[in-house]
């Protein structure tokens, strides 16, 4: 290094800095990739959820289709267009009911959808965001803009 110029030193400096940076980054992406969580509507899930990935499902609690099973409760998810089955092992929120918006995470197995949380709504008014714009995107969002 000694019979480099000032300048070439300086290149090199900026030179590792800037690999040190990308380094870092990638580091902080690849960390990040495993506490990403998608979400998906009925109509999208069995395309694009990779087996094993969690994830989150969410739509319309279709009528009729809350059931009790040995292991838990299950239920229906509905963007109207398609449909998918649920299957939870936990106690549902007060809030969980037929005709309402709900967001799951969990991951799909086969074609049910094994969830280890379920968010309802909260208010009269409100549905989940992502639910909402999936369902205007399908054409049947009843609610308020």
């Given at each position: 290094m000694r019979d480099l110029s000032p300048k070439a030193k300086?290149?090199?400096?900026?030179?590792?800095v800037i690999s040190a940076l990308g380094l870092a980054a990638m580091l902080v992406l690849n960390a990040l990739r495993d506490h990403v969580v998608?979400?998906?509507?009925p109509s999208d899930i069995l395309d694009k959820a990779g087996k094993g990935q969690i994830v989150r499902l969410g739509g319309l609690v279709a009528e009729n289709s809350i059931t009790s099973l040995p292991d838990?409760?299950?239920?229906?998810?509905?963007?109207?267009?398609n449909a998918?089955?649920?299957v939870y092992a936990g106690v549902l929120p007060d809030l969980f009911r037929e005709g309402q918006g709900v967001v799951t995470e969990g991951m799909l197995e086969a074609d049910i959808f094994r969830a280890n949380t379920v968010l309802a709504k909260h208010d009269e008014t409100y549905m989940p965001a992502e639910v909402a714009d999936m369902l205007k995107d399908q054409g049947v969002w009843k609610g308020q803009e």
């Open positions: 300086r290149g090199i400096a900026i030179l590792m998608f979400f998906y509507g838990g409760v299950g239920f229906t998810i509905t963007d109207g267009n998918i089955d649920v």
